[in-house]
């Protein structure tokens, strides 16, 4: 049994230029589409599982009455014939009959458990069907679809029932994030955005009509090619006129400029009256033009606008705070509306780090009797020979880091880092120095400054040791570096900046990743997925597996590369982990209390392993190359290669 959440879906700018966007095939004149779309608080919660038929059922409260359980064989005429009858599921029957038709797949069973999202609201409950069907089907199966390929199957579904959906409809597939979605002819791409300060919206469904297929089937005869002025001022208002509004908004969104978005909201709606709407006579909206122009809302928002389609069916509004927010939810209710909050929340950027340094060093013994391996000395590229820990800590101080925590084997070993760190060197050795070296003393102590200590005092595994700095990392990302490794930017930003800035467009828990020779799986973890970007440097990672054989990893383990060829890849060293992984550690540890195992580690990997199923993990190819000193064979080719 697996649970799964798909949320709705909101598009802030950018309505109908999908579709818009997709006559670039026919036409090259017309501008590419671009929408800003986010998931919402709101969506589909399911439980899932194999079956010998495709089989819904519901135990929802928030849809009883509406909903009618389903079952049928995994046949595709039957599956394509059941989508065309216009019920709720048929939406689920198209994607079936898709998925048996170029997956020959086996059936699901699936519970809808919670659906908080109301439907025929423009806000897409019938794509987020279209996403948990495919989602389902997808990782049941492991047939290695990533996001971009569950939401084309989506959309391809939806598009066997009577429904003529949009291409940004399946957004819902990328969770609860705004995306900038482009359209270009046949091509797609998503691409993840930040925001610099809490934005709080609100959107609420009219209760009132308004007819979806009408607002299509009219605007579209204005495309491929424009033969009138009003034609003309439709093309230019999807077309160019969109893609300002979008850059602009993508701007406000990522000073925190809330005041100069919520008036971009209010001028798009102001131009989508003038030049779209007299295109069709379904957009003819009263309420929900009341609504924009209520005196008693205007003190709480910066702006507002219609939702999807337009027409009277949803509205949104950007509100000047979060006790506004809440207000004009009370307000928008009591008008006989249902209303919904979205807060939009910047991402964290990591500020935090973490690097463990409480081993031994047994492979390096007797060396490690009197020097922990972190502090080797390493000859670098500019001259200087510097310890390990120091070429760590400066790497995380270039990324932006602002507070490091090293986990140590006991108290004693503080009184090492501290006498490094933060106590001046001797007077008479300091004046030996060159000026460019004492400089550089004051920099050794200012790193000082930034460092915190945790202990682990019970040899228990490395994933005991990461959870020694828990309370360190608060509930905020924090970046994991390994204390016996090294690691080479082959670009101008450090390893560790490249991982915050993925993070930033991901939001997700994420690993390092590289690529290593089939005959060297057997000698580490190793790591499957599907890639999420054009330029393969983003795994969505579905398998994690240590130490396999060869022989399995070359059948299930391998992605390919751009040139189609099968590569391997294992965890780099570098990672950010999200506060899930120190929730998850906490129970595997709570748990080993209860079965009172002392003696069984506490592993990293299968935390991370679980936090993935939940909640997913991205591996990042990164451009830098890593330098193991963990052993001599490693430490040898180290000292040699790192000064280069």
Known sequence: MMKLFVPGRLCLFGEHTDWAGHYRTMNAD????????????????????????????????????LWQDFSCRMDEAELKRIAKSG???????????????????????????????????????????????????????NLNLNTLGEMNIAYVGELRTSSRCGRLDQACAFGVKPNLMTFDGDEIEVRSLNVKKHLYWVFADLCAEKNTIKILSDLNKAYPFPTTDAERAEH??????????????????????????????TEAEALFDKKVAPMSSALYAPKLHSVLQDPNIQPLVWGGKGVGSHGDGSVQFLARSEEAQKQLVVYLNDQGMKAYTLTLKPVHTVRKAIIPVA??????????RALKKDFFPIPCPDGMVRPVILILLEELIQSGIEEICLVLGSEEERQLYSDYFERPLAEEHLRKLNPEAQEYENHILDIGKRLHYVYQRE????????????????????????????????????????MIEEYERYNSLMVSIHPIPLAEVSRYGILHGVWEDKGRSVLNVSTMMEKPKASYAEEYLAVRNKDGEKEYYSVFGQYILTPEVFSQLHEDIMQK????????????????????QRSGM??????????????PKALVRTVQEFSK
């Open 30 to 65: 017309i501008a590419p589409g671009a929408a800003i779309v986010t998931g919402i608080e709101q969506g589909i919660y399911a439980e899932v599982e194999k079956s010998s038929i495709f089989e819904l059922y519901s135990v929802a409260p928030e849809i009883d009455g």
């Open 87 to 141: 019920s709720f599921f048929c939406y689920c029957a198209g994607v079936a009959s898709y998925m048996l038709e170029w997956y020959k797949v086996g059936g699901v069973r699936i519970k809808i458990t919670s659906m908080t999202l109301p439907m025929k609201s423009g806000l897409s409950s019938s794509a987020a069907i279209c996403v948990l069907v495919a989602r389902a089907f997808n990782l049941l199966y």
């Open 236 to 265: 230019e208002a999807l077309g160019q006129d969109n893609i300002a509004f979008v850059e602009r908004a993508i701007q406000y969104m990522a000073e925190g400029n809330a005041e100069e978005l919520g008036r971009l909201m």
């Open 359 to 368: 081993g031994f060093g047994t492979r390096l013994y007797p060396a490690t």
């Open 459 to 498: 040899k228990r595994g490395f994933g005991h040791a990461v959870y020694q700095a828990a309370q360190f990392a608060g509930n905020e990302p924090v970046l994991l570096l390994l204390g016996d490794t090294l690691y080479r930017s082959d670009s101008n930003k450090p390893c560790a900046l490249q």
């Open 593 to 612: 209390e209860i079965d009172r195992d002392h003696v069984t580690e506490v592993e990293l990997t299968s935390a991370l392993e679980a936090v993935r």
């Open 618 to 631: 991205m591996g990042i190819r990164l451009k830098g190359r890593m330098f193991d000193m963990g052993n």
